[in-house]
């Protein structure tokens, strides 16, 4: 069946450095993939999708490319905040209305 | 736009007893579900309905959790009887047409069954 995997947390960074939280997928096609972030006390928002193979979904600094060979779609942003704290979830979702996610990953951000 | 509306925020209840969480999804969206997270397991997708109907329940843990979508603009999860091991957060989220339409989620219903 389709599944997600991410990379295990919480990641902890100092303000300013390089951010990358991995994730991987299985599915049986090509689904198209998605990134949300939950902020403490929160619901879940979008933060940046792709929806074939090669696109890069950017928002607010962070960056995803759609790698069909490694069946990959990373997270990165250049220089996090500590305003980026946060838990990040990987989904996907194909030929359905479901969104399967990944069990998310906590980044915490230290001045 | 006022977003994704849950009710109430917090509800703490007895083992045994009924609870209902509301939700009012995103006015002209067409798509709506509910999640239930938790430490130990995640974010589990419970229902979601289209147009009011009900499409997907496999997600639904037991005969307890009841969910109903009477009109486009109001949707309802019921658990009766409670038990401690139902305490979560349970979110709401609707979308405009499902697919790769982003989902808009909710600021969820914190509950505690003791």
């Known amino acids: 069946g389709n599944s997600v995997t991410q990379m295990e947390g919480p990641v902890t960074l100092s303000e300013e450095a390089f951010l990358t939280i991995n994730c991987t997928y299985t599915?049986?096609?090509?689904?198209?993939l998605f990134w949300y972030v939950q902020y403490p006390g929160e619901g879940l928002q979008l933060l940046l999708k792709?929806?074939?193979?090669?696109d890069k979904g950017s928002n607010k600094g962070f960056e995803a490319t759609y790698r069909k060979e490694t069946t990959s779609f990373h997270l990165e942003k250049g220089s996090v905040q500590v305003s980026d704290s946060a838990v990040y979830f990987c989904?996907?979702?194909?030929?359905?209305?479901?969104?399967?996610f990944g069990t998310g990953t906590r980044l915490q951000v230290f001045p | 736009d006022a977003g994704v509306i849950q009710s109430p925020r917090h509800e703490v209840t007895e083992m045994g007893q009924e609870v209902t969480l509301r939700c009012k999804p995103i006015?002209?969206?067409?798509?709506l579900f509910w999640y239930r997270q938790t430490m130990m397991r995640g974010l589990e997708l419970l229902i979601y309905?289209?147009?009011?109907?009900?499409?997907?329940d496999s997600g639904m843990p037991e005969d307890r959790f009841s969910a109903k979508m009477p009109n486009a603009s109001f949707s309802t999860l019921k658990i009766q009887p409670s038990e401690p091991r139902d305490s979560a957060v349970y979110f709401c989220?609707?979308?405009?047409?499902?697919?790769?339409?982003?989902?808009?989620f909710g600021p969820g219903t914190r509950l505690t069954v003791l």
């Open positions: 989220a609707s979308t405009l047409r499902g697919g790769t339409d982003t989902q808009y």
């Open positions: 599915a049986t096609g090509y689904p198209s």
């Open positions: 792709a929806t074939k193979a090669d």
């Open positions: 989904a996907l979702t194909y030929n359905t209305d479901k969104l399967i």
């Open positions: 006015s002209g969206h067409n798509s």
């Open positions: 309905f289209n147009n009011n109907v009900p499409i997907d």
